[in-house]
């Protein structure tokens, strides 16, 4: 049976570079049978965490209503989760990181987790990549059970649409037929 594999992508760009990579993954995913969705991040409504305890002290539901409540539930269901985002200073997309810490309201509910990330930047060197993934890795420690797949970077781009030839393609595709 196919897994739920779930495509967050944290790019503002759509159709940018991290965003086609996400692609490439859904359909390697589906290609091999597995149900895939993705999410634009930018299109949805998502407030920041303001701390304020509602969920984690109090146990009561998110102050804020907004898509979050459908994307942790969609988090929590699937089987597969692929967190894509460009370097943004070293680090993830706002629009990622946002997301991720949203997620304290029901976060050690995500559990058993495959994760997968695809990670965009101009640098070339991959050493600078690894410091984003600093960021999901310390996610990652959050999350039960939460298991490093893979990684696909797409480096050395920066204009939307160049990672077209780039051989981060076919790995983004290949990957996502493997989950
Ligand atoms: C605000 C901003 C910050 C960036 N910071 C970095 C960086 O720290 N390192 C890097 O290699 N590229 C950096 N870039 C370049 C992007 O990572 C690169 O253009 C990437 O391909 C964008 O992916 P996307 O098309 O999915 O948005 C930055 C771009 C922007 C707009």
């Known amino acids: 049976m196919g897994k739920k594999v779930l495509i967050l992508s944290g790019s503002p760009r759509k159709g940018g570079n991290s965003d086609t990579l996400c692609d490439q993954f859904l359909l390697g995913a589906a290609d091999a049978g597995n149900e895939a969705e993705k999410i634009f991040i930018r299109d949805k409504n998502i407030k920041y965490c303001l701390a304020c305890g509602t969920c984690y002290a109090k146990k009561e539901a998110c102050v804020h209503h907004d898509d979050m409540t459908g994307i942790i539930e969609k988090m929590i269901n699937a089987d597969v989760i692929v967190m894509a985002t460009p370097a943004y200073f070293y680090a993830m997309s706002g629009q990622m990181k946002v997301l ?5 309201a029901r976060f050690l509910e995500i559990r058993d987790k495959d994760m997968y990330f695809i990670l965009t930047a101009h640098n070339d060197e991959k050493a600078s990549a690894e410091r984003v993934m ?20 797409g480096l050395g781009v920066f204009d939307a649409g160049e990672i077209k030839t780039h051989p981060a393609m076919q790995e983004a595709y290949e990957t996502g037929k493997s989950v």
């Open 100 to 104: 991720i810490d949203r997620t304290i």
């Open 134 to 153: 600093e960021g999901f890795k310390g996610y990652m420690a959050c999350l039960p059970g939460a298991k490093e797949k893979g990684v696909v970077y």
